[in-house]
């Protein structure tokens, strides 16, 4: 079941991030390159780390994380052909489903590790000051004005 939940949910966030990639200007996908860049290992990592502990021989084991791998590319370039014919709000809806699939899937996970732990009070704190530590720093770029100064220069 783990194997199947982290390919399937992983996948999800990947076509939809490649997608956005794909649909983006040249200076988009720039900064959405990055960001995939910045967590597909670990992302990789947790579908063979998922894969390992599994029975299945290892050319199904190689096979599961091959076909993983090309779930970005192969949706990037399907966004790439329809590059330029489809709206700017498409691609926004990609990125916020890529990002929303991807923080479902892992409070899902965390939530569940917490809930079968015998650390249950003190994990579920630790995930909860990782939250307000994410919302603390976009609230200070929002309030800075640094994401909207990103956004001018991305659009402009």
Known sequence: VGLVATFIGLSFHSVFEGL???LGSWEQSIFIFIAICAHKAFDGFAVG???FK???NSWT???VVLIYSLVSPVPAFIGLIFNGRVDDIAQGIFMAMGAG???SFSTVGQLGGIIRSKWRISGFLTYLAGVF???M???I???TGIHEKAESHRLG
């Open 141 to 143: 770029l929002d309030l």
């Open 101 to 103: 699939t991807l923080v």
């Open 61 to 63: 084991k190689g096979l």
């Open 133 to 135: 530590i994410i919302v």
């Open 137 to 139: 720093i976009f609230t």
């Open 54 to 56: 599994t029975h299945l």
């Open 49 to 51: 780390n998922q894969a």
């Open 20 to 22: 956005a990639l794909g």
